[in-house]
């Protein structure tokens, strides 16, 4: 069975392909799989931090085009968040996901524990047969 991957966006895609060219050729292969098979992981792990973060930012940058207002009488455009609320956006959704992700994991060991402890118990009472 093939292991769990995600497609990751363009953008991330040439960023990876603009590193790699720094690197000695023959390891550049390598560097791609292993850093897309990883950032594939990530996602995977973290949904909540990767959705929020990239709702974060959409919603800043369509806040940042509605605060931008053209002065009349003039060429000039004047960003009433000086275009930085997609950016502080992106970083509160990061922040809020990844508390989610973070409660979701906490959940999910706590299960595990009471499982595990519960089967040690019920191991622990079983009488050997003769």
């Known amino acids: 069975m093939e292991p769990k991957t995600i497609d990751l966006p363009v953008s991330v895609k040439e960023r990876l392909l603009q590193l790699s060219a720094n690197l000695p050729e023959p390891s550049r292969g390598d560097f791609l799989r292993n850093v897309t098979n990883r950032l594939s992981n990530v996602v995977l792990e973290h949904p909540n931090t990767i959705v929020f973060t990239a709702l974060g930012w959409l919603l800043g940058e369509i806040l940042d085009h509605l605060l931008a207002v053209h002065v009349p009488f003039s060429d000039m455009v ?3 968040t000086g275009g930085k609320l997609s950016s502080a956006l992106m970083a509160g959704g990061a922040l809020y996901g990844m508390y989610r992700d973070i ?6 060991s706590e299960i595990a524990q009471i499982v595990g402890q519960e089967l040690r118990r019920a ?3 079983q009488v050997p047969h003769d």
């Open 123 to 125: 191991l622990a009472q």
């Open 78 to 80: 004047l960003c009433l």
């Open 103 to 108: 409660q979701k994991e906490r959940l999910r």
